[in-house]
C-alpha cells in the first residue's frame, strides 16, 4: 500500500451507504483515490467539507472510525515495457504471480484525441471469416461489439478473431469474466504462442462488481502507450460491456441519481462514448482497434444497452445460431461495419461490395420465401432456388467455422450465384459481370428455369 | 468590474460556486485550477450559491478554487474566415490546438487575426444604416462576404467614414457610425454574439416557396424540402442516417454548409475532415469544404459543450443568412444534445419529465428549429437557413419524446425503416410514413409547377398512391399465398417495386447514381410511371416477378450511367423492347 509521508488520516466517517461513504476532509481533489479501511476508493461527490468516495469493493464492514488516507491522484497504471505478457486486476495489480509492475504512473481515463488530428481508418483487418470479411469488414482504428446472447460462443470467437488478424498487441479486458472463460483466455493464448504480445486486465466474477468500471480504461490506457509510443497496432477486447453498464446502473441507483429507460443512468451513452471512442487511427501508423461484446438478452436490441452502443460503435457483429445448417453464424441482416466502405473495392477486388450486396439481397429474398413456406403456401420455381443458394451460402459463407482468403470468399459468392440464378436476375453491373461470372454455368440454368416454366 | 466567486461544491461537470456578487444566468465564468482555466457557463442561481456546468473534465478540481466570471454569455466570434474551419463546440479552431491529444482548458482564436482581406466598401458616409445592414464586402474562398453593421447596435445610425478599398485586418477599423448623441463607434470586421440569442436583423420571415434540391430522389420527389425550410430524419442505429446526411451536405444546393457533428462518432467526422478538402461541389466545381464549415463536439468530447455546439452551428448560420445566402445546417444528432440537457437537468436534480428528460425539452426544441427559416433582409434580399436533424430515439421506438418534440416543429419527416435498411434498401426512407407538409404549401405548388412540370405533382401523388396499393397488395400475397390472389395483384406489388428500386433506392456511394439533378429525376419517374401506368399480360404470377426483375435491371443500369450518354440510352432502348414484348393495347 503507497504510503505519503505528510498524508492526513482521516478516522470519522460520516455517512455508509452499500457503494459509498462520506466523510468531513479538506482539500479533496474530484475524482481522486483514496483508500477507506485498506479497499481503494474515489472522490464522486464533493459538497462543502464533505466529500463522498465510491468503495470499489463494496463497504461491508467498514466502521464509522475506519481510516482513510487520500492518495492526491486520480487512477493510474504503471505503463512500461513489462505489461507485455501479464495478467493483472482491475487496478493493475499482477494477479499471475509475476512481479509488481515497474513502469510509470499513468493517469488512466485521460483526454481524447483531437478529432482533426485522427487519420481516417484504412487498413483492412482479415479474419478469415467470411461474415465478417466478405459482409462486415473490419479496419484497423474501428470500434465494434458482437451483439450475442449468453449462450453463444462469443468469447471463443473473439479470441480466434483476436490471433488471427497479427496484431502488434492484444489486450484484454474481462469484465465480470467466469473463471472459467479467464482461463480460457488465457490458455488460448498460452497455446497459440502469443502470451508477450498479451496483455489482460481482468474482473471475475469472484470480485467485487464496482472494481470492473476501471477496467476499460485500464486496457485503453496501455493500448495507448502502444499505439502512440511504438506505433503498434492494438487490439483491445472488451468482454462483457453488458456487466460493464449494469454496474453503471447500480453505483448511479445507490447515488440516488434519476434513473432512464431500463433503468440505465441518463449518461449511458457519454459513459460508453468515453470508452468506445478511444478507437482511433493514429497519424503516425498506431492504431486501436475495439472489439467488444454486448450479451443480450433473448436478441433484444433495443435494451438502452445494446441500444446506446449501437449508436456510438462503428457497427455490430450479430451472432446467431442456425437451425438450417447447425452452426454460429454471423447474421448478414442484423450485422453491419460502417467503415467497410473504406476498404471493400479498394484494398478488396473491385466485385466485393456488389457480390456482398447482391448475396444478401438474394437471401433477403430466401428469407421471404421461408416465411411463405413456413405459413403453408406454394413456392416458386424462383423461391426453390433462393433456398438452396441460402443454404449453401450459410454453410460456405456465414458459419463462422471458415477460414478463407476474401478472393476464395468472392469466387465462392460468385459460384453461388452463377448455380442458382441467371445474369439478369442477380442485376450486377454489366463490366463485372463479363470479368466474374463463371464461365458455361448461365445457359445451364437459363435452361433450367424456362423448362421448370414451361 | 467582474464578480469572483470560490468552488463550493464539485459532482461531475456540475461545479457549485459560492460568491456574494452579481451574476446572470447563463454568464460564463473561468475555473482557475492551477495552471489551466476550465470554462463554465451558468445554468442556475440560488442565493450566493451558482450551479456552472462546465464544458472540461473536472478531475482534480478541489474545493475553494478561485473562480472568474466574464460577464459575458458563451459568444462566437463573427467575421471573414469561418469558412473551412474545423470548430469544437465552443468554437476554438480545432486545427491550431498542439498535440495529438485535447488538453484541458486549451483554447484557441477562431478567426485569424493576422490575415489581410481585400475590403470592398458598400456604402458613402452619410447614408443611414441599422444592425445587420452591409457597409462592405471581401472575398471568402468563393462567396462573398458582407461586413455589416455589428448585430449589437440599436437604433439607427449615420456612417461617418467607410475605408477606401484595400486590405485590411479584421481588426482594423473599417468604418465609424454616430448614432444621434453618442461618440462615434468604430466598426471592425470582426463582431460578437451570444449563442442563445437568435439574430434577428432581418425585415420578415415569409413562408418559405422554393424548393432545394438535395439530389436524393426519395426526398426531391417525394417529400421536397424548401430553402428555409426544416426536416428531421428520425432512424434507429444502422438505418442510414449519417451517410444520408453526408450524402445532403456534398450534393444540396446550398451556398454554405455548416455541419454540427453533435456527439456522435469521431471517425465521422474525420470522414469529412478528410473528404471535403478533395471533393467537388457539384454545381460550383469548387472544393466542397470551401463552403463548409465543421463544428465537431464527437461523444467523447465533455458533455456541455455538446449543448453549446448547436448553439454555435445555428448562429455562425445566422450569420452567413444575413450576407443574403442560402445555408444549409446539418445537426447529427439532436438527440445527443438532448441527452446533453438530461444529464445536467439530473445532476441539478430537477424534477424529471418522460424517460428523466426535462420537462421543457419540447420547448428547446421548438425554439431552436424555429431560428431557421427564409427571410427577408432591410435590403430586399433574400438568405436562408435549411435545417435538418438527426434524431436516434432510443431502440428505434419514435414514441419518445425527442422525437415527439421535433415532430411538433419540423415540417418535413423522413423516417428511416429498420426493415428497409435490413433488406438493404437504402436509403432508408420510408415513402408511405414520410411526408413533407410544403407539398401542401402554395407557393410550393406553384414553384414546382413552373419549375419542373405542371403535371409534377399529379405524378407524384400517382407514384404515393401506387406505393400504398403496392404496400396493400403484398400484404394480401403474404395473407393468402402466391396463389390465392389474382395475378393483378402481382402486376400491382411489382409495379410498385419498379417505383421502390428504380426512384427510392440511390446508390450512395456509386459515382453517378449517388446525386440526381432534378431534370434527371423527372425524365426517370415519367419512365417509371409509363411502365406503371401500362396493362400487362400474364398467364401466371410466376412469370410476372421474373419479369420486372429484367425489368428493374435495365432501368438500374440507367440509374448508373451517364444521363443521356450512348450507354444510357442503350439500355433505354433494351427497356422499350422488354416493354413492347408484354405490352397490351
Not at chain 2, 439530473?346 to 426535462?358: C, H, I, K, T, V
Request: hydrophobic share 40%.
Amino acid at each position: 500500500m503507497e504510503k505519503i509521508a505528510f498524508q492526513k488520516i482521516y478516522t470519522k466517517i460520516s455517512k455508509v451507504t452499500k457503494a459509498t461513504c462520506s466523510l468531513i476532509a479538506e482539500n479533496a481533489g474530484y475524482e481522486e483515490l483514496a483508500f477507506v479501511h485498506k479497499r481503494l476508493a474515489q472522490v464522486v461527490k464533493i459538497i462543502d467539507k464533505e466529500v463522498t468516495l465510491q468503495v470499489f469493493a463494496g463497504t461491508e464492514g467498514i466502521p464509522t472510525n475506519a481510516e482513510v488516507i487520500f492518495l492526491g491522484r486520480p487512477p493510474s497504471l504503471r505503463i512500461g515495457p513489462d505489461l507485455e505478457g501479464r495478467f493483472l486486476n482491475a487496478y493493475g495489480d499482477p494477479i499471475d504471480g509475476g512481479p509488481e509492475l515497474t513502469g510509470v504512473e499513468t493517469e488512466i481515463g485521460g483526454p481524447s484525441v483531437n478529432p482533426v488530428r485522427r487519420e481516417q481508418p484504412s487498413q483492412l483487418i482479415s479474419t478469415g471469416i467470411s461474415g465478417i470479411d466478405l459482409n462486415n469488414t473490419l479496419v484497423t482504428g474501428q470500434k465494434i461489439p458482437f451483439f450475442a446472447n449468453p449462450d453463444q460462443p462469443y468469447n471463443q470467437i473473439m479470441a480466434m478473431l483476436a490471433l488471427r488478424t497479427k496484431a502488434d498487441k492484444i489486450i484484454l479486458g474481462g469484465m465480470g469474466l467466469s473463471n472459467d472463460d479467464y482461463l480460457f483466455f488465457k490458455n488460448t493464448f498460452e497455446n497459440a504462442g502469443a502470451l508477450e504480445r498479451i496483455i489482460a486486465f481482468i474482473n471475475t466474477t469472484e470480485d467485487p462488481p464496482v472494481e470492473r468500471l476501471m477496467v476499460p480504461d485500464m486496457a485503453l490506457a496501455a493500448a495507448e502507450y502502444y499505439a502512440t509510443n511504438f506505433n503498434q497496432k492494438v487490439m483491445v477486447l472488451l468482454t462483457d460491456m453488458t456487466l460493464y453498464a449494469d454496474v453503471l446502473s447500480i453505483v448511479s441507483n445507490r447515488m440516488e441519481q434519476i434513473p432512464s429507460k431500463d433503468s440505465m443512468p441518463g449518461s449511458l451513452y457519454s459513459d460508453l462514448a468515453k470508452i468506445y471512442e478511444k478507437a482511433v487511427q493514429f497519424p503516425d501508423g498506431g492504431s486501436i482497434t475495439i472489439i467488444a461484446v454486448t450479451t443480450l438478452s433473448g436478441g433484444d436490441i433495443t435494451h438502452a444497452i445494446p441500444d446506446n452502443t449501437g449508436y456510438i460503435t462503428e457497427g455490430q457483429l450479430f451472432l446467431r445460431r442456425d437451425t438450417d445448417v447447425g452452426k454460429v453464424v454471423i447474421d448478414p441482416f442484423r450485422s453491419l461495419s460502417r467503415l467497410k466502405q473504406l476498404v471493400i473495392g479498394k484494398q478488396t477486388r473491385e466485385d466485393h461490395p456488389q457480390v456482398m450486396n447482391t448475396a444478401i439481397r438474394l437471401f433477403a429474398d430466401a428469407a421471404n420465401a421461408k416465411t411463405k413456406q413456413e405459413n403453408g403456401f406454394d413456392l416458386t420455381e424462383y423461391d426453390d432456388r433462393t433456398l438452396k443458394f441460402a443454404l449453401e451460402y450459410t454453410e460456405q459463407l456465414l458459419a463462422v467455422d471458415e477460414n478463407l482468403t476474401i478472393n476464395d470468399m468472392l469466387d465462392t459468392g460468385w459460384n453461388l450465384f452463377a448455380s442458382h440464378f441467371s445474369k439478369s436476375e442477380v442485376g450486377i453491373r454489366e463490366n463485372l459481370l463479363e470479368k466474374y461470372w463463371p464461365n458455361g454455368k448461365e445457359s445451364e440454368l437459363v435452361n433450367i428455369a424456362t423448362e421448370s416454366n414451361s | 468590474m467582474a464578480s469572483k466567486g470560490k468552488v463550493k461544491g464539485i459532482i461531475a461537470n456540475l461545479v457549485i460556486v459560492e460568491t456574494d456578487e452579481p451574476v446572470a444566468q447563463n454568464e460564463i465564468c473561468m475555473i482557475l485550477h492551477g495552471e489551466v482555466k476550465l470554462m463554465a457557463e451558468v445554468i442556475k442561481i440560488m442565493g450566493n450559491l451558482v450551479y456552472v456546468q462546465v464544458f472540461e473534465s473536472t478531475r482534480g478540481l478541489k474545493v475553494g478554487t478561485s473562480v472568474d466570471f466574464t460577464g459575458k454569455m458563451l459568444e462566437v466570434e463573427l467575421g471573414p474566415g469561418i469558412l473551412s474551419r474545423n470548430y469544437d463546440g465552443l468554437q476554438n479552431n480545432l486545427d491550431s490546438m498542439e498535440g495529438i491529444f485535447l488538453k484541458r482548458g486549451n483554447y484557441t482564436s477562431p478567426l485569424d487575426e493576422n490575415k489581410e482581406w481585400d475590403y470592398k466598401p458598400l456604402v458613402e458616409p452619410g447614408v443611414t444604416v441599422k444592425a445587420g445592414d452591409w457597409l462592405g464586402e471581401v472575398k471568402e474562398n468563393q462567396i462573398t462576404h458582407k461586413i455589416m453593421v455589428p448585430f449589437s447596435f440599436e437604433g439607427t445610425y449615420i456612417v461617418k467614414t467607410n475605408v477606401s478599398k484595400g486590405r485590411y485586418k479584421i481588426t482594423d477599423c473599417i468604418a465609424t457610425l454616430e448614432n444621434g448623441s453618442d461618440s462615434l463607434q468604430n466598426v471592425t470586421m470582426v463582431q460578437k454574439w451570444p449563442v442563445k440569442i437568435p439574430l434577428k436583423s432581418y425585415k420578415h420571415k415569409p413562408r418559405p416557396f422554393k424548393m432545394l434540391e438535395t439530389g436524393v430522389r426519395a426526398i426531391d420527389t417525394l417529400n421536397p424540402i424548401t430553402e428555409g425550410g426544416t426536416g428531421f430524419i428520425p432512424g434507429p442505429f444502422g438505418c442510414g442516417k449519417t451517410v444520408l446526411q453526408h450524402a445532403i451536405s456534398k450534393q444540396a444546393e446550398a451556398d454554405i454548409v455548416v455541419i454540427a457533428a453533435c456527439g456522435e462518432r469521431a471517425n465521422e467526422v474525420v470522414e469529412i475532415f478528410k473528404e471535403f478538402p478533395e471533393l467537388e461541389d457539384p454545381r460550383t466545381g469548387n472544393k466542397l469544404m470551401e463552403r463548409t464549415t465543421i463544428i465537431a463536439n464527437t461523444s467523447n468530447m465533455p458533455v456541455a459543450a455538446r449543448e453549446a455546439s448547436v448553439y454555435t452551428a445555428m448562429t455562425l448560420a445566422e450569420y452567413y443568412r444575413n450576407m443574403g445566402l442560402k445555408v444549409l445546417l446539418l445537426a447529427d444528432s439532436t438527440s445527443r444534445w438532448a441527452q446533453a440537457l438530461r444529464e445536467m437537468s439530473n445532476r441539478m436534480e430537477e424534477l424529471p419529465g418522460q424517460d428523466a428528460f426535462p420537462v421543457d425539452l419540447p420547448v428547446i426544441i421548438s425554439n431552436f428549429y424555429s431560428r431557421a427559416g427564409f427571410v427577408e433582409l432591410h435590403n430586399g434580399t433574400t438568405g436562408s437557413i435549411t435545417f435538418l436533424g438527426t434524431v436516434s430515439p432510443a431502440g428505434g421506438n419514435l414514441k419518445e419524446p425527442v422525437t415527439e418534440g421535433t415532430q411538433k416543429i419540423a415540417r418535413c419527416f423522413y423516417a428511416l425503416s429498420q426493415q428497409r435498411a435490413d433488406s438493404k434498401r437504402y436509403p432508408a426512407i420510408d415513402p408511405i410514413d414520410s411526408y413533407s407538409k410544403y407539398s401542401e404549401y402554395e407557393g410550393v405548388i406553384r414553384y414546382l409547377k413552373e419549375n419542373v412540370s405542371d403535371l409534377w405533382l399529379d405524378m407524384v401523388s400517382y407514384t404515393k398512391d401506387i406505393l400504398k396499393k403496392g404496400r396493400e397488395a403484398q400484404e394480401q400475397i403474404n395473407i393468402l399465398g402466391d396463389d390465392g390472389v389474382p395475378v393483378h395483384h402481382h402486376i400491382l406489388f411489382w409495379k410498385s417495386e419498379v417505383i421502390d428500386f428504380v426512384i427510392l433506392q440511390q446508390d450512395a456511394f456509386d459515382p453517378i447514381d449517388q446525386m440526381t439533378p432534378m431534370e434527371r429525376q423527372k425524365y426517370m419517374l415519367g419512365k417509371v410511371l409509363n411502365i406503371v401506368k401500362m396493362n400487362f399480360d400474364f398467364e401466371k404470377f410466376e412469370d410476372v416477378s421474373s419479369y420486372f426483375r429484367t425489368v428493374i435491371n435495365s432501368l438500374k443500369q440507367m440509374n448508373y450511367s451517364e444521363f443521356q450518354s450512348d450507354q444510357f440510352h442503350r439500355y433505354e432502348d433494351e427497356l422499350e423492347s422488354l416493354i413492347g414484348e408484354k405490352k397490351v393495347a
